[in-house]
């Protein structure tokens, strides 16, 4: 079955968690439907690329997205926060852990 038509029902869906999925740019189109999607949240360890985060740019309500071990790139998150104003896309743990009150373990 195709992830279309899996999210097609989906529409009022908040959260998705994808990570270490085989999820990829072209899969994260599918998602377009997904209105009120606040949590596509972690992506982190997937093929997704900034072509990915292109695509999630119509989903004005994404709040915070996680994309460790991925392809993207500062340049692509920089891009997705022009598009959805107030998205938090974290790059690494690094990033992660300052924005939890700079705990390092």
Do not use: C
Not at 62 to 67: A, E, Q, R, S
Not at 91 to 96: C, N, R, S
């Amino acid at each position: 079955m195709r992830a279309s038509r899996v999210w097609a029902g989906l529409t009022e869906l908040t959260e998705l968690h994808l990570e270490g999925t085989k999820i990829t740019d072209k899969g994260l189109a599918s998602l377009k439907g997904l209105k009120n999607l606040e949590y596509p949240s972690n992506l982190y360890g997937t093929a997704v690329t900034d072509a990915g985060l292109d695509q999630l740019s119509a989903l004005t309500k994404l709040k915070h997205l996680y994309v460790w071990q991925t392809k993207v790139t500062d340049a692509g998150a920089g891009k997705l926060k022009q598009a959805v104003p107030g998205v938090e896309v974290v790059m690494g743990f690094d990033q992660a852990a300052e924005e939890v009150g700079g705990l390092m373990v």
